[in-house]
């Protein structure tokens, strides 16, 4: 699958699309919302931002113990289940008087079941489209959350402006339940991918084998540490240009669009295994021009082009897929996807704390180096095993047209 519209000529794409842009836009809309209301509340900024993007933090915690659903639920059902239930906390967070402490309590829920809706939807991605359709998927969603969340917050802050806070979060609530429906209407009835019920301690075991093989280990640092340590560097864009924080978050955005569409559309399946590393290079490399104190134009360049390199994770969430036997897609896709938030704070909290003892240039430069060392470190990742069902072990690939495996 090699161009769009074979992508969205591909059954139940389309409403699968649709789902995951309504409810990345019901997140959106109600982050101001809610920020606002405990803002109002409690005067905190701390709490405010917590209310804005706690649940991505909460989604640790739904790795350790709840990740075995997302191969173990029926897809369809759980998707449609999951945005019925953001829709009714994001409801209750709406009523008047409701103490802050039961919004955070409704907030922990939503990261806890957000965890496992992501492995559910990309498992269900993968299905759908196919190991050699996923990552050109996966890059169109990945443009669509971005354009969906720019869209979003700014709705959701006129919205506050020109209704209230509390009216808001009621959109919020109504855009979840039409991504439910869109899911439930729009999506086929499926079996779960494996067997057995859901546990903490079959969530454990899962992320156990999936850490025990060392190349999926080293893909999952790859998927995590290089992009988290970079998150860092675009948390301090407002410390470090008041001014212009704007500017350089959008030519984040840009370069990020360009990469995916490059890598997702263009970029042929011999070279996948090749440009890896060299992408996450690239993530890297030109923060370090920022110890120099950059003018505002080689800044936003720098920003542009580093962002490119983002869309090494497009080829990673394949070679891991490549790795993991068919009834731990899910599974893996979500422990991928908790991973990656939680080094992304991890990243601005470094970032922030290096920040403060230096400079927010200083501390930019300083993480882009670090994420440098950890790619190198790191090594190829990828592309060198196989799952084998047969044998429940990874094995050499299968060279084409009957050349060595070696060779």
């Not at 864009?237 to 030519?251: D, K, M, Q, T």
Request: a positive charge; aromatic letters at 6%; one cysteine or more.
């Amino acid at each position: 699958m090699r161009t769009y519209q074979e992508l969205f000529r591909t059954a139940e794409f389309t409403p699968f699309f649709l789902t995951s842009a309504v409810q990345t836009a019901a997140q959106t809309v109600a982050g101001p919302a809610l920020g606002t209301l405990v803002y109002r509340e409690t005067g905190s900024p701390l709490l405010s931002s917590l209310a804005m993007f706690g649940p991505a933090l909460a989604q640790v915690v739904g790795a350790a113990t709840l990740l075995s659903a997302a191969d173990r639920l029926p897809p369809r059902a759980a998707l449609a289940g999951l945005a019925l239930l953001l829709g009714l906390g994001t409801a209750v967070q709406a009523l008047p008087g409701l103490p802050v402490g039961v919004a955070f309590a409704v907030l922990l829920v939503a990261g806890l079941v957000s965890s496992v809706g992501g492995g559910v939807r990309y498992g269900l991605l993968n299905e759908v489209l196919g190991k050699d359709g996923y990552l050109l998927g996966r890059s169109v969603l990945n443009m669509a959350v971005g354009a969906v969340q720019v869209g979003g917050f700014a709705l959701g802050g006129v919205l506050v402006a020109l209704l209230s806070a509390r009216t808001t979060l009621l959109v919020a609530a109504g855009l979840y339940a039409a991504a439910a429906l869109l899911a439930r209407f729009g999506l086929r009835a499926r079996a779960p991918r494996a067997a057995g019920r859901p546990s903490i301690g079959e969530t454990w075991r899962g992320n156990a084998l999936l850490w025990s093989s060392p190349a999926r280990r080293t893909v999952f640092l790859a998927l995590w540490v290089p992009n988290g340590l970079i998150v860092g560097c675009e948390s301090l864009f407002v410390p470090y240009a008041p001014e212009h924080a704007g500017l350089l978050l959008a030519c984040a955005a840009l370069g990020m669009l360009a990469g995916d569409t490059a890598v997702g559309r263009f970029l042929p399946r011999r070279w996948r295994g090749r440009l890896g590393a060299p992408l996450r290079l690239l993530l890297a490399a030109p923060y370090l021009l920022f110890a120099l104190g950059p003018a505002l134009p080689l800044a936003l360049t720098a920003v542009t082009l580093a962002s490119v390199g983002y869309a090494a994770s497009l080829l990673l969430q394949e070679q891991l897929m490549e790795l993991t036997p068919e009834e731990l897609g899910g599974h893996a896709l979500g422990l991928h996807s908790s991973g990656m938030l939680t080094f992304q704070g991890v990243g601005a909290a470094l970032a922030g704390a290096v920040a403060g003892w230096t400079s927010p240039a200083t501390a930019m430069a300083v993480l882009g180096a670090l994420s440098v060392a950890v790619t190198l470190a790191l090594g190829p990742v990828g592309g060198a095993r196989r799952f084998s069902p047969a044998f429940g072990r990874e094995v050499p690939p299968r060279a084409p047209d009957g050349a060595s495996a070696s060779g």
